[in-house]
């Protein structure tokens, strides 16, 4: 049995880890508050222009755009997010799990047919032990998504496909749902599937509320030119969408595991502290005896 001394130092050790994962958790509570906030903020933007550009294509006009050419799949580029730091839980891991799974589904075309955008320290650390080569560095936006960095990110991937260097462009993030519950989602961004795009749109929550409004547009100079440019705007929203969707997903996980490892860390400090006192208990018991012994000598 461990002595009174080791039992006493493991109890204050386990609670000066309890102090670390209880302000790590408020730290993580914190960040997810403004993630949240940002994300609340950005989705009715989004849903807006995904709604008007649905509108459009619900008219008899033929959309010409090369972010929506389907080809045969012969060189694919995959954008996969992660986070910096560790201390997540199961975050990262189930990423680089997908991405493997992934990575597997397109063997057939050969490493050099797929081309990896590692949006994250952890993943892009998996990347390279995987034997890939990033397609660039892309840590600084995991930790402060902004617009900016998105969109230069979305130019690439699109130029990629515009220029037919690669045939289809999928993201492996995690959506944020709520505080509890963070969907892990694989995503095919390039070639635009319109027709998904106004299905999500018809089952958005507020489309009863939409659909009062007349949405009978007079656009000048057509419709087909307006189009044209909404598609690129839509698809770096759509980047800087994942990015935020990542970011608040991370907060959450982290938060969630810093709460189970104080829990956990007060669990083991009971007991400890059973423990510590029985060992005590029998201490003095002992040297009770050893003095009634004595006395009766």
Same mark, same amino acid.
């Given at each position: ?109 050969? !490493? *050099?047919?797929?081309?990896? &955008?590692?949006?994250?320290?952890? @993943? +892009?650390?998996? %990347?390279?032990? /995987? ?75 507020? !489309? *009863?509320?939409?659909?009062? &409004?007349?949405?009978?547009?007079? @656009? +000048?100079?057509? %419709?087909?030119? /307006? ?71």
């Amino acid at each position: 049995m461990a002595s009174l001394k080791e039992v006493k130092n493991r109890i204050n050790s386990v609670k000066s880890t309890r102090q670390i994962t209880s302000a790590m958790k408020m730290v993580a509570s914190a960040k997810l508050h403004k993630a949240q906030g940002q994300i609340e903020n950005m989705y009715p933007y989004q849903q807006k222009l995904n709604e008007i550009l649905t509108n459009f294509l619900g008219t008899d006009v033929t959309v010409e755009s090369p972010y929506t050419e389907t080809r045969p799949v012969a060189r694919v580029a995959i954008a996969v997010f992660s986070s910096n730091s560790s201390l997540c839980g199961a975050f990262n891991s189930n990423v680089v799990k997908m991405l493997e799974r992934t990575l597997e589904e397109y063997s057939s075309l050969g !490493k *050099k047919n797929i081309l990896l &955008y590692p949006v994250g320290k952890k @993943v +892009e650390e998996a %990347v390279k032990k /995987l034997g890939y080569t990033p397609q660039g560095s892309y840590q600084a936006m995991a930790d402060k998504p902004t617009y900016t960095e998105a969109y230069q990110l979305a130019e690439q991937l699109m130029a990629l496909y515009a220029e037919k260097a690669v045939d289809r462009v999928v993201l492996i993030y995690h959506h944020f749902k709520s505080m509890g519950s963070q969907v892990l989602l694989k995503e095919n961004y390039l070639p635009l599937d319109l027709g998904q795009m106004a299905m999500q749109v018809a089952m958005h929550p507020d !489309k *009863k509320d939409m659909a009062a &409004y007349n949405n009978d547009y007079i @656009v +000048e100079p057509s %419709v087909g030119e /307006l189009i044209a440019e909404l598609l690129p705007k839509v698809l770096c929203q759509k980047i800087f969408t994942v990015l935020e969707d990542s970011n608040a997903s991370e907060h959450a996980a982290r938060m969630l595991a810093m709460q189970a490892a104080t829990d956990n860390a007060n669990e083991l400090i009971q007991d400890l502290t059973l423990q510590y006192n029985k060992t005590r208990q029998q201490a003095i018991t002992n040297e009770l005896l050893d003095i009634i012994g004595g006395s009766l000598r």
